[in-house]
């Protein structure tokens, strides 16, 4: 849900203000703090999970409240500093952009940075409730800070400028931070924030410089798209990152719950085994499968629907379904890279994914730049979809190849992935060209068809666990919180 809404607030924002000038400024302005906070919104998590999810309640909610302090004074620092060199970081960010572009991307994100303390403080807040079983935390104060945001965004003095629109999301991330507390605070412990000098402070601070090295490698796209797409074309930046935003989601969608479960899924400090690893990678690669092959065959009336409106004209948001339909390939393959890395992760492994991820980081620069001037922003989707096909190889041999580890390739359930492939493709053909007959609204049978597929994907990925007798993690549709 909380996902939802900040897909409908990117929506919204998009009405408003339509491909060009200030949607490209705001675009930009808001990459370097959303890349930011996408980094350590997934590395705090992946980081904290593990360690609070073995300790007694007590301990636990102390250690959470410690983690959260910290975690909000340190980057009120880096908030402060991107605040002061806001002006070259936009230069280095795009520098084909505008100048009016350019001074109005240097305001959102001077205005941005403010809310990253609060976002990156609930974080560790919701690390703490899915570590204790309050696994609704995220979820819930995601969703509350989507919808104080996009319910601001219709209010005149929110909307008239991209920098009001910015002030807007400040506000909704306080609210955020109350949220996360409470919903993690049970009637006995409550986290409450305290400070604490770890006596080895460098031992935390290394893991998580290694997580956050390596979620910066993999979620590159998000600074990559408005360069390229500044170099590309006037607007161009903002197909780019609409389209990048909704395979984020979908990726999400698919991947996220479980990826959370495998991070609490050790039962001792001392064994690095996962016992819930097969059947989160297993369900991770049917649920993505099936969810990505609806998308590549019913994505773009839908993007239409969602975005076609205000100043965001059909044509542009014909571009970007079609962009988000190039990626299925990539949504796949990205959904079990997180899995992959959520196992390691649990396991202690965090520098050795940066060496993994660096191949697949080249390839995606190299094949950008050598295809962008042939086939212009499709080059995008090609580049990643090659980059993380290697990363998912480099991650599986060395997973396969750890003392604690295992077989990856013989835990995919591919018959099952092959048959699921098949019956979602023809549902999905069958809902379009019948649809097309009967003159039925584009969206309507894209929306039918991705139904379909969100209900054949469930019904064979609880079939899969049944059949294997293994746990059964969180899966599309069902609770498990969300990531910002």
Not at 11 to 34: C, E, H, K, M, N
Not at 101 to 128: G, K, N
Not at 360 to 379: D, F, K, M, Q, R
Request: proline share 6%; hydrophobic share 55%; with cysteine.
């Amino acid at each position: 849900m909380g996902l939802a809404l900040l897909a409908i607030v990117t929506i919204r924002v998009g009405a408003l203000f339509g491909a060009g000038t200030q949607l490209d400024g705001y675009l930009v302005g808001v990459a370097a703090p959303s890349l930011f906070l996408s980094l350590l919104a997934t590395a705090i998590p992946s980081y904290i999970t593990p360690k609070l999810s073995v300790l007694a309640p007590r301990e636990a909610s102390r250690r959470a409240g410690e983690w959260a302090l910290f975690i909000f004074l340190s980057t009120a620092i880096v908030a402060a500093v991107i605040i002061a060199a806001r002006t070259p970081i936009i230069s280095v960010l795009a520098p084909g952009l505008s100048k009016e572009s350019s001074q109005i991307a240097a305001r959102v994100l001077a205005i941005y940075a403010l809310s990253i303390p609060s976002t990156l403080a609930a974080s560790a807040y919701a690390a703490y409730g899915f570590a204790n079983g309050r696994v609704w935390t995220n979820g819930v104060s995601t969703g509350v800070y989507g919808a104080v945001w996009l319910g601001l965004l219709f209010i005149p003095a929110f909307t008239h400028s991209v920098s009001s629109v910015s002030f807007a999301c400040v506000i909704a991330t306080q609210i955020q931070l109350l949220v996360a507390f409470l919903c993690s605070s049970s009637r006995v412990h409550r986290p409450w924030p305290r400070w604490r000098m770890p006596a080895y402070p460098w031992v935390p601070l290394l893991a998580i410089a290694g997580v956050v090295v390596n979620v910066a490698v993999g979620k590159a796209n998000i600074i990559l798209d408005p360069m390229l797409g500044s170099l590309s074309g006037k607007g161009d930046v903002s197909l780019l990152v609409y389209a990048t935003r909704f395979t984020i989601l979908i990726v999400a969608v698919c991947g996220q719950g479980p990826s959370l479960t495998v991070l609490s899924g050790r039962t001792s400090a001392d064994d690095r085994k996962n016992p819930l690893a097969i059947a989160a990678l297993a369900s991770t690669a049917l649920i993505a499968a099936g969810i990505a092959t609806a998308v590549a065959i019913a994505f773009e009336p839908l993007a239409r629907i969602i975005l076609g409106h205000g100043q965001f004209t059909q044509h542009s948001a014909a571009e970007v379904g079609r962009l988000v339909e190039d990626y299925a390939p990539a949504i796949v393959l990205m959904t079990i890279a997180w899995s992959l890395e959520a196992t390691l992760y649990s396991m202690g492994v965090t520098w050795r994914l940066v060496l993994l991820s660096l191949p697949g980081l080249t390839v995606n620069i190299a094949l950008s730049l050598l295809l962008l001037p042939a086939v212009g922003i499709e080059a995008r989707p090609i580049a990643v979809t090659a980059a993380m096909l290697l990363y998912v190889v480099l991650l599986s041999r060395y997973l396969s190849n750890m003392k604690d580890g295992f077989d990856v390739a013989r835990a995919l359930p591919k018959q099952k992935i092959i048959e699921l492939v098949a019956l979602v493709a023809l549902v999905s053909g069958i809902s379009r060209l019948g649809g097309n007959a009967l003159e039925i609204p584009p969206a309507v049978w894209a929306a039918t068809a991705l139904g379909f597929a969100g209900v054949i994907v469930l019904v064979a990925t609880r079939s899969w666990l049944r059949d294997q007798s293994l746990p059964r993690p969180s899966v599309a549709g069902e609770p498990s919180g969300s990531t910002l």
